[in-house]
C-alpha cells in the first residue's frame, strides 16, 4: 500500500485588489493556528480568478500557465516544509515562509549555550521560583559545558544536534577532569546534579517546540547514596565550650551553628527568621512561624530551650536587629566552621548542615524520638524525606542494649 505524508500546514491562495485597482495572488500558509502570507508575484483580471477553487478558471491559454505558477508555488512551499522538518527545527508557519524566500539561516536550532545563557536570564527573573542557590548551580553547569564543548571542538553545536552520546561523553569529562579548587574531578553525585539540570534545560526546550526529540531519553545516571554527616554529644559539647580566646567572628557562628543544632533549620532558614516570627505561647513556649525556603512549606513548631537561650543572646548583642540571627553569609560560615573544627579537634568536615543533620540524630532520634515526630520538627512534608536520617548510632545502639539488659 503506497503511504502517503499528511501534511499538517494549509496553503491557500486569495486575489487581492491594490491601490492601483490591479488584482494580485497572495498566499497564505495555516499551521497551529499561526499563519504568515506572501505575494505570488502574480498580476491578473479579477474577472480570471475562481476564489472558491484558489485558481484561474480555464477560459484563457494565459491561465493554464498562471495555474502552473501556483502549482510551482505550491511544490516550493512543500519543500521548504520538508526542509526544516528534516533539520530537526520545529515547522511554523513563519519559518516555512523564511525558507521558501531563502533565509535558511533564520531558522536554525539555538547554539546550546546560548540557549543556556536565556535559560538562567528566565529563571534569575523568577525570584520567588529558583533561589540564588539554584541559579549558581545553572551558571556552573554553563562553565563546565563550555569546557567540554571546546574540548570536542564543538563550541558551536545546536541544540538539536546534541545527542544521548553527548550525555555521556560530558558525564565522563565531568568525572575525569581536574577541579581547579579540589584538585582532583567532582564527585558522582555533583557531577549528577548538573547533568540533572542539563536534562531540565533539554526539557524546556522541547516543551517550547525548540527541538522534536529529547536527547535524555534513554540516558540513566548512576545513583550514589548519601552519607548525613553529623556530631555526636561529646563533639557537640567541644563546640559549646570554646570560646577561641575571644575572637568574635568564631563566636559569633559558633553560636549561629549551634542556633540551628537546637533549631534544625536549614541556613537559608535561620537566617530569614525574623524576630517578629517568635512568639512566647501560652504553653510557655517560644514558637516559631516561618515559610521554608527549600520547599516552600509552612513552619510552625515549638523552640528547645537551648535555641531560645541562643536566640536571647543574639537580641542582647544586636538589639537593633530585626532577624534573629546576625547576617552573614553561607560562605562565611562554612569558612570560619572549618577553623572551628580544627580548634576543637572535629575530624569531620564541618559545614552548617551538618547543624541539621546533628539535629535530626543527635538531638532527636537519638534521644529515642520516634520517626514521625522527628518528621514534624524537621519540617517534612513526607516521613520519606525524614527516613534518610534513621540509621542506629552508636550511642542508641548502647542505650538499647542496657536498657534491655535490666530485664533480659
Aim: charged letters at 30%; proline letters at 3%; aromatic letters at 10%.
Amino acid at each position: 500500500m503506497e503511504y502517503t505524508e499528511k501534511i499538517p500546514y494549509s496553503l491557500k491562495f486569495f486575489a487581492m485588489t491594490n491601490t492601483k485597482g490591479e488584482t494580485t495572488i497572495h498566499a497564505r500558509i495555516g499551521l497551529k493556528r499561526r499563519k504568515a502570507e506572501f505575494k505570488a508575484d502574480i498580476t491578473c483580471k479579477k474577472e480570471d480568478w475562481d476564489e472558491e477553487n484558489m485558481r484561474f478558471h480555464h477560459t484563457k491559454p494565459h491561465n493554464n500557465y498562471l495555474n502552473q505558477k501556483l502549482s510551482v508555488i505550491q511544490g516550493k512551499v512543500f519543500e521548504s516544509y520538508i526542509t526544516i522538518r528534516n533539520s530537526g527545527t520545529r515547522p511554523t508557519a513563519a519559518n516555512i515562509k523564511m525558507v521558501y524566500f531563502g533565509e535558511d539561516s533564520k531558522i536554525g536550532c539555538p547554539l546550546i549555550l546560548t540557549y543556556l545563557d536565556d535559560h538562567l536570564e528566565l529563571i534569575k527573573s523568577k525570584t520567588d521560583e529558583y533561589r540564588p542557590g539554584t541559579i549558581a548551580h545553572y551558571t556552573t553547569l554553563r562553565k563546565y559545558l563550555a569546557e567540554f564543548l571546546s574540548s570536542i571542538h564543538s563550541s558551536n553545536m545546536r541544540m538539536n544536534e546534541w545527542k544521548r552520546k553527548h550525555f555521556v561523553q560530558f558525564e565522563t569529562h565531568l568525572r575525569t577532569t581536574e577541579h581547579k579548587t579540589l584538585k582532583r574531578p567532582i564527585g558522582r553525585a555533583t557531577s549528577n546534579k548538573y547533568l540533572a539540570k542539563l536534562k531540565v534545560v533539554f526539557n524546556v526546550a522541547l516543551a517550547n517546540e525548540v527541538i522534536t526529540i529529547n536527547p535524555s531519553i534513554g540516558f540513566k545516571m548512576k545513583r550514589v547514596k548519601g552519607t548525613k554527616e553529623f556530631l555526636t554529644k561529646d563533639e557537640i559539647r567541644r563546640i559549646e565550650k570554646h570560646y577561641f580566646d575571644g575572637n568574635k567572628s568564631l563566636d559569633r557562628v559558633r553560636k549561629l551553628f549551634l542556633f540551628s543544632v537546637y533549631s534544625g533549620l536549614r541556613f537559608s532558614d535561620a537566617n530569614q527568621l525574623r524576630r517578629e516570627n517568635v512568639s512566647l505561647e501560652s504553653d510557655g513556649n517560644y514558637w516559631m512561624t516561618i515559610t521554608q525556603q527549600k520547599t516552600k512549606e509552612p513552619l510552625y513548631r515549638p523552640l528547645f530551650r537551648k535555641a531560645v537561650k541562643l536566640m536571647k543572646e543574639f537580641e542582647e548583642e544586636y538589639p537593633d536587629s530585626e532577624f534573629v540571627i546576625p547576617r552573614i553569609t553561607n560562605q562565611k560560615v562554612n569558612a570560619y566552621l572549618k577553623v572551628i573544627a580544627d580548634f576543637t579537634g572535629i575530624q569531620k568536615a564541618l559545614t552548617h548542615h551538618v547543624a541539621r543533620h546533628t539535629f535530626a540524630t543527635t538531638i532527636l532520634l537519638d534521644s529515642g524520638i520516634d520517626l514521625k515526630t522527628v518528621s514534624f520538627f524537621m519540617g517534612h512534608s513526607s516521613i520519606k524525606s525524614t527516613e534518610v536520617y534513621a540509621k542506629i548510632t552508636k550511642n542508641r545502639a548502647i542505650d538499647v542494649v542496657e536498657n534491655l539488659n535490666c530485664v533480659l
